[in-house]
T-cell receptor
Framework: NAGVTQTPKFQVLKTGQSMTLQCAQD?????MSWYRQDPGMGLRLIHY???????DQGEVPNGYNVSRSTTEDFPLRLLSAAPSQTSVYFC????????????FGPGTRLTVT | GQQLNQSPQSMFIQEGEDVSMNCTSS?????WLWYKQDPGEGPVLLIA?????ELTSNGRLTAQFGITRKDSFLNISASIPSDVGIYFC?????????FGKGTRLSVIA
């Protein structure tokens, strides 16, 4: 199993550009989520999904869209990038149910100029 | 919303020393998790705790779920250079996981 994979590893955008951060998992996990990590702020939840076709907002959803058309994939879209979205983005997944043990991808480092 | 206070924010220790860090909350949790993040990598799960009072070990790591369900601690015994990184606690109760801001550990050889 590859676990949780993310692409790209690094990305530089200009203000106003759009892009999609890809996340895939091969563990058949129902639950997937996106976090951003900023210095001194820890991990903050952007959006999450409890299964295909179901998504919900986390703590900091503004400026981001998600969809979940398959169990395996959970892309994060930035429609109009802003410098405040410069951050490291992590995707995570886990099985639904009583175990809350999340597994993280390697991250995407995004810079918006 | 729920918040976790993780302390200390950072610590510098000598190789071979024991380390202790903790996480507290004003809310109760049903689950406490401890993660470690190496530079440039995603967090990796170290220990999961599901019961108040539970004490769990993973090699040189030991974590406990506080009796009040509002705190947890992580101990590392006989630290080594590869223990360097950021340690995160996370708690959960009927909502997505809430993460602390992390403890940055530096080990001096």
């Amino acid at each position: 199993n590859a676990g949780v994979t993310q692409t790209p590893k690094f990305q530089v955008l200009k203000t106003g550009q759009s892009m999609t951060l890809q996340c895939a998992q091969d563990m058949n996990h129902e639950y997937m989520s996106w976090y951003r990590q900023d210095p001194g702020m820890g991990l903050r939840l952007i959006h999450y999904s409890v299964g295909a076709g179901i998504t919900d907002q986390g703590e900091v959803p503004n400026g981001y869209n998600v969809s979940r058309s398959t169990t395996e994939d959970f892309p994060l879209r930035l429609l109009s990038a802003a410098p405040s979205q410069t951050s490291v983005y992590f995707c995570a997944s886990r099985v639904a149910g009583a175990s809350y043990e999340q597994y993280f991808g390697p991250g995407t480092r995004l810079t918006v100029t | 919303g729920q918040q976790l206070n993780q302390s200390p924010q950072s610590m510098f220790i000598q190789e071979g020393e024991d380390v202790s860090m903790n996480c507290t909350s004003s809310s109760i949790f049903n689950t406490w998790l401890w993660y470690k993040q190496d530079p440039g990598e995603g967090p990796v799960l170290l220990i999961a705790l599901y019961k108040a009072g539970e004490l769990t070990s993973n090699g040189r790591l030991t974590a406990q779920f506080g009796i009040t369900r509002k705190d947890s601690f992580l101990n590392i015994s006989a630290s080594i250079p590869s223990d360097v990184g950021i340690y995160f606690c996370a708690g959960q109760l009927n909502t997505p996981l809430v993460f602390g801001k992390g403890t940055r550990l530096s080990v001096i050889a």
